[in-house]
């Protein structure tokens, strides 16, 4: 490792520092033949039709119950690939770091990448590191991007069909609230953490089972809000969900009682949706239940013709209401 207890700009410079940099920690924690050739590009062998995805992860904290950004960055690009039943094969990373970052905080960010990469058996094959002067970046910014060999390119937000039951993993809004509490320095007494974590090995079983799946889709910024929403206005179709049957933990429902959020609009990032054939619905759930550690999971709601672009929420009192989109920025940089 460097000697050196924090990033300089030499480290993003291109000589000895960036190079002992990259040999010492990326090429130690991330080793495999491909990225070990150090080629300007990468050369991947892949047949059929691939799934490519990119994000940018800027999450502040950058440690968090449950999580970091690191384990962040790996999680919702694979999760992003095996939301279109793509197994994940291939990521890029790039670090943005600023001046003066500690090196111990991007060693420990950098082993959580390593440790949830096995998860999926997903690899980095290229990356990139920049170091910008201490005040132009909020610590530490990674860029990932996915490659994935589709498995089932049936799968698609335009794929809902009438009477396809809509399932949800696990509770909802757990990240969003982690995120707030850990942001806020709440003290409150509370094993409340965030759900981040990797959802290939629960999609493989899924498809291993030949589940008949017509769409997933994690539910990250937004939450199950966004998701519904989206699938209704893409597949023509109404949605009718259930509150009673939407699985909440108290502490997320503690918080938002206290700052006024909706848990159907708090940020997952370890939960995703599914619309399927509802006489198959509970052998879906049973699958991961037994072998995705998805002891929550449930069936919320069902697809139907009526209001077609809409979602309606069934309360416990027996009214009704839309579901609408998110409005306004509720918890910036959450991701």
Known sequence: MPTKKTIQLSHGGGGKEMNQLITDLFFKAFNNPILASQEDAAKLNMCGHIAFTTDSFTVSPLFFAGGDIGKLAIAGTVNDLAMMAAQPEYLSCSFIIEEGFPLEDLTTIVNSMAEELHKSGARIVCGDTKVVPKGCADGIFINTSGVGRILNPDISASNLQRGDAIIVSRDIGRHGAAILMARDGLTLESSLCSDCDTLWPIVEQLLAANVKIHAMRDATRGGISAVLNEWAIASN??????????????????????????????ANEGTFVLALPMSIAKGAIEVMQLYGHCEMAAIIGEVTEQQPGKVILNTPWGSRRYLDLPQGELLPRIC
């Open 237 to 266: 179709v109404g949605i009718t969900i259930d509150e009673a049957a939407i699985p909440v933990s108290n502490e997320v429902k503690g918080l938002c009682e206290l700052f006024g959020f909706e848990p159907y609009d708090l």
